[in-house]
């Protein structure tokens, strides 16, 4: 089955309509009630059918990767739509800095066809730092993950993981910073213990933040956690 809907639903179509009625957001051609083209759609980047298991980069035969052999994350899986490049990082990027908000839904939809709802207890978005959710009005991962809620009824709760600390975006450090920079950034408030967590963000690249953050879930019970991702960034 292919890992995206065949038709945006209903809903999906009128907000796309509103935003930019019967175009498609990356060529601009003639796109009915959907986001993107048929065309634009069957180009996207999709990851190779042979990588890590654990945090889903390339791999020879499909075998853990050797990060997750030498330093094994809290995570166990982790499921993805797409590799992070063109022309995905500029849907990305238009959903995150000129709030294309439909684009989260339709991320959220494609993700949950991934998805085997009776698999997890718990929806948990990856948190914005407060000054970082004020300027840019909203979290697009809770975004994605709503729409993931939506139509699996996985609960959500974006109270019980918060970001505490500020810190540099990770993608204007050095690959080797990363994990430095948000180590303690995060917190959980709430006891998770036996649940089965489903950890939702927009984008994985090192991995760095989101291992953070299964760190500090397990640290406060957590069973399981399997990460969702709408992009996967590779080694290339």
């Known amino acids: 089955m292919s890992i ?6 209903r809903i999906l179509g009128r907000l796309a309509a509103r935003l930019l009625p019967g175009s498609c957001l990356l060529c601009s051609a003639d796109s009915a009630d959907a ?13 190779p059918d042979a990588r890590c298991p654990q945090c889903g980069v ?21 499921i993805a739509l797409f590799r992070y490049e063109f022309p995905v990082d500029r849907l990305i990027q238009a959903l995150k800095y000129s709030h294309q908000l439909p684009l989260a839904a339709w ?22 730092h407060p000054s970082r959710l004020q300027t840019r009005g909203f979290n697009q991962s809770v ?18 993981l918060i970001r505490t600390r500020a810190t540099p975006p990770q993608a204007a450090l050095p690959l080797k910073e990363r994990a430095k920079n948000v180590r303690g950034a995060f917190e959980c408030v709430s006891d998770l213990s036996g649940k089965r967590i489903l950890l939702v963000d927009d984008v ?19 069973a399981q956690i399997t990460l969702a991702v709408t992009a996967r960034a590779q080694r290339h």
Do not use: W
Not at 35 to 47: E, F, I, K
Not at 147 to 160: D, E, M
């Open 107 to 128: 991320f959220g939809e494609c993700l949950s066809y991934q998805i085997v709802a009776e698999a997890h207890d718990l929806l948990l978005p990856l948190p914005l």
């Open 143 to 160: 975004e994605i993950a709503r729409a993931i809620h939506q139509r699996l009824a996985i609960p959500l709760n974006t109270s019980s």
């Open 204 to 222: 994985m690249t090192t991995g760095s933040t989101l291992r953070e953050c299964a760190r500090i879930l397990e640290l406060h019970g957590a």
């Open 4 to 9: 995206l809907p065949q038709a945006p639903t």
């Open 58 to 78: 390339e791999t020879t035969l499909g075998e853990r990767c050797g990060a997750c052999l030498k330093e094994p994350p809290a995570f166990v899986q982790t």
């Open 35 to 47: 986001l993107l083209c048929a065309g634009c759609v069957a180009d996207l980047p999709r990851l």
